[in-house]
């Protein structure tokens, strides 16, 4: 930009975008500037699309670590419940993109909008804070309802962590009386776009009843890496939320973290592979092997066994078939 006495008396706080790079991992993982224009939000990086693939990449390795460490610790307690594979969690992918693209906001007035944080959280009681808070909130409504009327076109493909945070606050939906009785059978009702995911779960191929769990986590482990922030962090109440860096953030701490964790499974695939080969060849050697027990037994049965002496008929009388008379007497004395 050239230097203007209008770009001189732009006020501070809009010289802060949202294109902003940040310095370190903590602050690219976090939205501390707000996309105040259309063409800002359009422009937000990465994609939802993008961060998914990060999110199933993150997601499946380490879930079956902590699985096998399970299995390992907990043995009876763990075989209860499906292992986390390739395909599940691919399926899990899927059915949320398609909930994402399907998802379509409710325009609601921010005054409404206002008296119901306020009811709801009372932590929010600055004004300046609502008011930004509220023209995201119409910007996201706006860009996202209008991208979502136009044929062929995907959320997941044209806007990033901005807009889906407010789309997925604001897809909340409140629960009855009838729900509270049963809150086991309405896990996914609660929100507009779980409840899509799941629905899409149902439809699919390899549909199983038992992982219906097993997407309910995913969906949360989600939730939480899109909604952390370090600012707001109060303790262990988001489990996987300082790991939000690797999923969005396109600076060089992200990119250097995940080839750093993929060399680290790729060590650790390699040493499963080691310890499998030798395991097979050890089995194969006692495969081929006689058990002890089996010698032991055949050496034990052949000295019981009585010992026979093979006589041999005498050399000078081979040409007769008749015994030697005084050698059979002799032999008939001596023995009793």
């Known amino acids: 930009l050239h230097p203007s006495k209008k770009t001189k008396t732009t006020p501070t706080t809009h010289k802060t975008t ?4 940040p310095t370190t991992a903590e602050t690219a993982a976090t939205a501390t500037t707000v996309p105040r224009t259309r063409d800002e939000l359009l422009a937000q990086e990465p994609k939802i699309d993008a961060a998914l693939k990060s999110f199933y990449s993150w997601w499946v ?16 307690a763990s075989s209860t419940v499906n292992p986390w594979t390739s395909q599940l969690a691919l399926s899990c992918t899927r059915c949320l993109s398609k909930a994402i693209n399907s998802h379509i906001m409710a325009i609601v007035p921010p005054t409404t909008r206002r008296r119901s944080q306020k009811r709801n959280n009372h932590a929010i009681d600055q004004q300046q804070t609502q008011n930004v808070n509220d023209e ?23 806007l990033g962590r901005a807009s889906l945070a407010v789309a997925w ?5 409140t629960t009855t009386e009838a729900e509270q009785q049963h809150p086991a059978d ?7 776009i779980k409840a899509a995911a799941h629905q899409n779960f149902q439809s699919e191929k390899h549909y199983k009843v038992e992982d219906e769990p097993l997407l309910l986590e995913f969906l949360d482990a989600f939730e939480q890496l ?3 922030q370090p600012q707001n962090n109060n303790g262990n109440t988001n489990r996987y939320g300082p790991d939000a860096v690797l999923i969005w953030s396109t600076t060089t701490g992200q990119r250097e973290e995940l080839a750093r964790r993929a ?27 006689p058990p002890p027990s089996s010698v032991t037994a055949s050496a034990a049965a052949s000295s019981s066994l009585p010992h026979i002496e093979e006589l041999t008929p005498n050399d000078d009388n081979d040409n007769s078939d008749e015994p030697d008379a005084s050698s059979a007497t002799t032999d008939v004395k001596k023995k009793p």
């Open 136 to 158: 995201l909130q119409s910007l996201v409504e706006r860009v996202w309802n209008e991208q979502a009327a136009t044929p062929g076109t995907k959320l997941t493909k044209i």
């Open 226 to 228: 899109l909604l952390w």
């Open 186 to 192: 309405n896990v996914f009702i609660h929100h507009e």
């Open 61 to 76: 390795p380490l879930r079956q670590q902590q699985q096998q460490q399970e299995r390992a610790t907990a043995p009876t």
């Open 263 to 289: 060399s680290q499974r790729q060590a650790v695939a390699q040493q499963r592979v080691v310890q499998e080969q030798a395991r097979q060849q050890a089995q194969l050697l006692a495969a081929l092997q």
């Open 169 to 173: 606050k604001s897809a909340s939906t």
């Open 18 to 21: 949202i294109m902003a790079t």
